[in-house]
C-alpha cells in the first residue's frame, strides 16, 4: 500500500468521523447543528446543518462509502497497471464528501454547488476503465442525465425563489407559505361571492315563476 493511497484512506476516514460525530449526536435527540457563511455570491448566505433526516443519510452513506474505499484497496490493486488507482481513491473520496455536501446544503446555492461536483465525481468514477467502449458510452450517458437533472434544478429554484427573499431554504419555504395563503384568500373570496350569488338566484326565482303562473291564469 503506497502513501498516496493511507494518505486518501485516513484523510476521508478523519473527515467522516468528524461529520458522523454531530450526526449522532443530532440522532441521539440533540439539537439540529448547522453553520451560517455570509458571502458575497448572489442567493443569500450559505446555509449547511444537520437535521435528524440529513443525519440518518450521512450515517448510511459514510459508513458504506468508508467500508466500499477500504475494501477497494484491496479490490484494485489488480488495476494499479492500468490506471491511477490513486486516482480513483481520490475521485470516491471527493464524491463521498460531494454527497455529504447535498444532504447537509440548506441553500440553493451551495447545494447547487455540491451536485455538480457529486455529478462530476459519479462520471470519472463510472469511467474509470475507460479503456472500453461501453464505459465511455455509460459515462457520457450519465453526465448527460444528470446535468438534464441539474437544469431542472436550476428552474426549479428560479421558479420556487420568485417570491422568496433570498436562496436559503427557510426563505423558500416562508415563500411558499406566503403564496399559499395568498391563494386561499383568493379561494376565500371567491366562495364568499358565491353564497351571495345563489340566495339572490333563490329569491329571484319563485317571483319569476309566481309572475308567470299569474300571466298564465290571465
Same mark, same amino acid.
Given at each position: 500500500m503506497t502513501f498516496t493511497t493511507l494518505a486518501i484512506l485516513a484523510t476521508t476516514a478523519?473527515?467522516?468521523?468528524? /461529520?458522523? !460525530?454531530?450526526?449522532l449526536r443530532v440522532l441521539a435527540g440533540g439539537s439540529v447543528e448547522g453553520v451560517r457563511l455570509v458571502t458575497g455570491v448572489p442567493g443569500g448566505a450559505?446555509? @449547511?446543518a444537520i437535521d435528524p433526516l440529513s443525519a440518518w443519510f450521512l450515517l448510511l452513506m459514510l459508513g458504506a462509502g468508508v467500508a466500499a474505499l477500504a475494501y477497494g484497496t484491496v479490490y484494485l490493486a489488480a488495476? /494499479? $497497471?492500468h490506471g491511477s488507482v490513486a486516482f480513483g481513491r481520490l475521485v470516491f473520496s471527493l464524491l463521498l464528501a460531494a454527497l455529504a455536501l447535498v444532504v447537509t446544503a440548506q441553500s440553493a446555492v451551495p @447545494?447547487? /454547488?455540491a451536485w455538480e461536483l457529486m455529478a462530476l465525481g459519479g462520471y470519472f468514477a463510472v469511467v474509470f476503465d475507460d479503456?472500453?467502449?461501453d464505459v465511455r458510452r455509460a459515462g457520457l450517458v450519465y453526465l448527460?442525465?444528470?446535468?438534464a437533472g441539474t437544469l431542472l434544478l436550476f428552474l426549479l429554484f428560479g421558479t420556487w425563489g420568485s417570491r422568496a427573499a433570498d436562496l436559503t431554504f427557510a426563505a423558500l419555504a416562508a415563500g411558499a407559505r !406566503? %403564496?399559499?395563503?395568498? #391563494?386561499? %384568500?383568493?379561494? $376565500? %373570496?371567491? #366562495?364568499?361571492r358565491r353564497p351571495r350569488h345563489a340566495a339572490r338566484q333563490w329569491q329571484v326565482e319563485p317571483w319569476r315563476r309566481a309572475r308567470g303562473m299569474g300571466a298564465l291564469r290571465r
Amino acid at each position: 500500500m503506497t502513501f498516496t493511497t493511507l494518505a486518501i484512506l485516513a484523510t476521508t476516514a478523519a473527515l467522516s468521523a468528524a /461529520a458522523l !460525530v454531530p450526526a449522532l449526536r443530532v440522532l441521539a435527540g440533540g439539537s439540529v447543528e448547522g453553520v451560517r457563511l455570509v458571502t458575497g455570491v448572489p442567493g443569500g448566505a450559505w446555509v @449547511f446543518a444537520i437535521d435528524p433526516l440529513s443525519a440518518w443519510f450521512l450515517l448510511l452513506m459514510l459508513g458504506a462509502g468508508v467500508a466500499a474505499l477500504a475494501y477497494g484497496t484491496v479490490y484494485l490493486a489488480a488495476e /494499479a $497497471g492500468h490506471g491511477s488507482v490513486a486516482f480513483g481513491r481520490l475521485v470516491f473520496s471527493l464524491l463521498l464528501a460531494a454527497l455529504a455536501l447535498v444532504v447537509t446544503a440548506q441553500s440553493a446555492v451551495p @447545494f447547487l /454547488a455540491a451536485w455538480e461536483l457529486m455529478a462530476l465525481g459519479g462520471y470519472f468514477a463510472v469511467v474509470f476503465d475507460d479503456r472500453r467502449d461501453d464505459v465511455r458510452r455509460a459515462g457520457l450517458v450519465y453526465l448527460v442525465a444528470t446535468h438534464a437533472g441539474t437544469l431542472l434544478l436550476f428552474l426549479l429554484f428560479g421558479t420556487w425563489g420568485s417570491r422568496a427573499a433570498d436562496l436559503t431554504f427557510a426563505a423558500l419555504a416562508a415563500g411558499a407559505r !406566503v %403564496k399559499r395563503l395568498q #391563494g386561499a %384568500k383568493r379561494i $376565500g %373570496k371567491r #366562495g364568499h361571492r358565491r353564497p351571495r350569488h345563489a340566495a339572490r338566484q333563490w329569491q329571484v326565482e319563485p317571483w319569476r315563476r309566481a309572475r308567470g303562473m299569474g300571466a298564465l291564469r290571465r
